[in-house]
């Protein structure tokens, strides 16, 4: 493997991995796509996509990843699992190290997204996609007329609060400090709006459910120890949980090379980061939406800058 010279590896395998492996095999380069675990990234977590052009009715994540899975490997994409640990990013030829092996590439796109922050608590994990969600964009417009629970009192949290509030009925901040730390505009539209209610000083202890569906969350008071149960309303039978207390970039293995900002990747207008021939798109890099349709977007302008760039 280490003999082969790819014109571009891409390292990740989420919407925007996938999306530059298929302009990159669209424009023969010869190209090499490595995901650590399973394609897809959070898009594959994701029950249901209603907002990617062209999706079908009833479109899950994984559905529409197998698509570009399928699509990627018709222009002669190859594919390899491993977990890229380190990196020589300078010069004409890239050198990737894996758990599996070395490999080296003309060219590089950082693909390798972000993880929601999660909250640890008991059945977390059981009930994402079932209740629990980290995307109001993506999720908010299926729990119209529900209730709905908010962790954070962040900027992000809020602002995420506000765009749940035009689908929910009725919306709970729960926080764990004594008040919201978003800026004072955005805590001034939640707390003068009747929608909103607020549990401070507080975390999720567990949450639970019956058929499949979240129903439960249990409530511990950091200051008292105190614990609070609360239900969905019975003629709705379930309601929504949106966790907001951060992204983590999956960066790691490039964060001594690579200009960086909080863990994500600065790139410009074209995907470039600091370093020639170096690319870095999706979630990793610094932009102020986090979308599969941008993640798309961003894989199709590296790999079409990289044909230009390699042909020069």
């Given at each position: 493997?280490?003999?082969?010279?790819?014109?571009?590896?891409?390292?990740?395998?989420?919407?925007?991995?996938?999306?530059?492996?298929?302009?990159?095999?669209?424009?023969?380069?010869?190209?090499?796509?490595?995901?650590?675990?399973?394609?897809?990234?959070?898009?594959?977590?994701?029950?249901?996509?209603?907002?990617?052009?062209?999706?079908?009715?009833?479109?899950?994540?994984?559905?529409?990843?197998?698509?570009?899975?399928?699509?990627?490997?018709?222009?002669?994409?190859?594919?390899?699992?491993?977990?890229?640990?380190?990196?020589?990013?300078?010069?004409?030829?890239?050198?990737?190290?894996?758990?599996?092996?070395?490999?080296?590439?003309?060219?590089?796109?950082?693909?390798?997204?972000?993880?929601?922050?999660?909250?640890?608590?008991?059945?977390?994990?059981?009930?994402?996609?079932?209740?629990?969600?980290?995307?109001?964009?993506?999720?908010?417009?299926?729990?119209?007329?529900?209730?709905?629970?908010?962790?954070?009192?962040?900027?992000?949290?809020?602002?995420?609060?506000?765009?749940?509030?035009?689908?929910?009925?009725?919306?709970?901040?729960?926080?764990?400090?004594?008040?919201?730390?978003?800026?004072?505009?955005?805590?001034?539209?939640?707390?003068?709006?009747?929608?909103?209610?607020?549990?401070?000083?507080?975390?999720?202890?567990?949450?639970?459910?019956?058929?499949?569906?979240?129903?439960?969350?249990?409530?511990?008071?950091?200051?008292?120890?105190?614990?609070?149960?609360?239900?969905?309303d019975p003629e709705d039978g379930t309601f929504g949980l949106f966790v907001f207390i951060g992204l983590i970039p999956r960066t790691e293995a490039f964060s001594s090379m690579v200009d960086m900002q909080h863990g994500y990747i600065k790139t410009d207008e074209n995907?470039?980061?600091?370093?020639?021939?170096?690319?870095?798109?999706?979630?990793?890099?610094?932009?102020?939406?986090?979308?599969?349709?941008?993640?798309?977007?961003?894989?199709?302008?590296?790999?079409?800058?990289?044909?230009?760039?390699?042909?020069?």
């Amino acid at each position: 493997m280490a003999d082969t010279i790819y014109d571009v590896i891409i390292v990740g395998g989420g919407p925007a991995g996938l999306s530059a492996g298929l302009y990159a095999g669209r424009g023969l380069l010869k190209t090499l796509l490595i995901e650590k675990t399973k394609h897809g990234g959070q898009a594959a977590s994701t029950n249901e996509i209603d907002n990617y052009p062209g999706a079908v009715e009833n479109e899950t994540g994984p559905s529409l990843v197998e698509k570009m899975v399928k699509q990627a490997e018709r222009f002669g994409v190859e594919f390899k699992t491993d977990d890229i640990t380190g990196a020589e990013l300078e010069g004409d030829a890239k050198t990737l190290t894996g758990a599996k092996g070395t490999y080296k590439a003309k060219t590089v796109i950082i693909a390798s997204g972000a993880i929601p922050r999660l909250l640890g608590c008991k059945g977390e994990l059981d009930f994402t996609g079932k209740g629990v969600s980290y995307c109001a964009t993506c999720d908010a417009a299926f729990f119209e007329d529900l209730e709905v629970y908010v962790v954070g009192g962040g900027d992000s949290a809020v602002q995420e609060a506000l765009f749940i509030s035009k689908f929910a009925r009725k919306i709970t901040i729960i926080q764990n400090l004594p008040e919201l730390t978003a800026a004072k505009s955005l805590q001034q539209k939640v707390l003068n709006d009747s929608k909103f209610s607020f549990v401070y000083n507080s975390v999720i202890e567990e949450v639970k459910g019956d058929d499949g569906l979240l129903d439960t969350i249990i409530v511990k008071n950091d200051k008292t120890g105190e614990l609070t149960e609360f239900n969905a309303d019975p003629e709705d039978g379930t309601f929504g949980l949106f966790v907001f207390i951060g992204l983590i970039p999956r960066t790691e293995a490039f964060s001594s090379m690579v200009d960086m900002q909080h863990g994500y990747i600065k790139t410009d207008e074209n995907m470039r980061t600091n370093i020639e021939g170096v690319y870095a798109v999706g979630d990793c890099r610094i932009k102020p939406l986090r979308q599969v349709v941008t993640a798309a977007a961003d894989g199709a302008i590296a790999s079409m800058h990289i044909e230009k760039y390699l042909s020069e």
